[in-house]
């Protein structure tokens, strides 16, 4: 069965200071991994796919198989980071059972 | 381009009653998943239509249907609600069968006393 787990439920740094959310997965096969996003008030929205190797809004995730990780890093965080931050994976064979999320991480970016 | 919207955004049941929330996708996205959000099991995957089939089911019960209309529109329906089907259901859709780039509604909010 696939898993995703983001072991910290809430993350506070202050304004500038890097940020790591941390994200692993379980997964047999060979998974696409997402990071999606829920700010304050608004709906859920893809932030990025591994596949895709951008970095938007300043975050970047590799996906590393050997320590089954997808770690999101940005190294200066901004006040309007504030969000909750789902990691999620799909499974090979079209997301025949959908997206798995994570619980999610608050981050609190502290000015 | 208008975003995916469902209907109701809220609504209270009680137990034993049934439910029906309506998901109008993005124009153009022939795809609608549906998840169920707890706090305590978080986001879970309940089923994906297209193409006015159930292609995908999460490991839900079978009180827990859907469907899918030629106009990509989709409704799903809770039969038999229990107290622990209180959640935000969250319809997303995307252009095409198995895609994970999604685009969520604003989530209907069912409470069931």
């Not at chain 1, 740094?13 to 998974?31: I, Q, R, T």
């Not at chain 2, 124009?27 to 239509?49: D, K």
Request: charged fraction near 20%; aromatic fraction near 12%.
């Amino acid at each position: 069965a696939q898993r995703v787990t983001q072991p910290e439920k809430l993350l506070s740094v202050f304004k500038g200071a890097p940020v790591e959310l941390k994200c692993n997965y379980s997964y047999s096969g060979s998974p696409e991994l997402f990071w999606y996003v829920q700010y304050s008030r608004q709906r859920l929205q893809l932030l990025l796919r591994h596949i895709s190797r951008e970095s938007i809004k300043g975050f970047t995730a590799d996906l590393n198989k050997g320590e089954t990780s997808f770690h999101l890093k940005k190294p200066f965080a901004q006040e309007e980071d504030s969000a909750m931050y789902y990691c999620a994976l799909s499974g090979t064979g079209g997301g025949a059972d959908g997206l798995t999320f994570g619980k999610g991480t608050h981050l609190i970016i502290q000015p | 381009k208008a975003g995916v919207t469902q209907t109701p955004r809220y609504l209270i049941k009680t137990r034993g009653q049934q439910v029906t929330l309506s998901c109008s996708p993005i124009s153009g996205h022939r795809s609608v998943s549906w998840y169920q959000q707890t706090p305590g099991q978080g986001l879970q995957f309940l089923f994906e239509y297209f193409s006015e089939t159930q292609r995908n089911k999460g490991n839900f019960p079978g009180r827990f249907s859907g469907r899918q209309f030629s106009n990509s529109r989709s409704e799903m329906n809770v039969s038999t609600l229990e107290l622990g089907d209180s959640a935000l259901y969250l319809c997303a859709s995307s252009a095409d069968l198995g895609a994970n780039v999604l685009t969520f509604g604003a989530g209907s909010r069912l409470t069931v006393l």
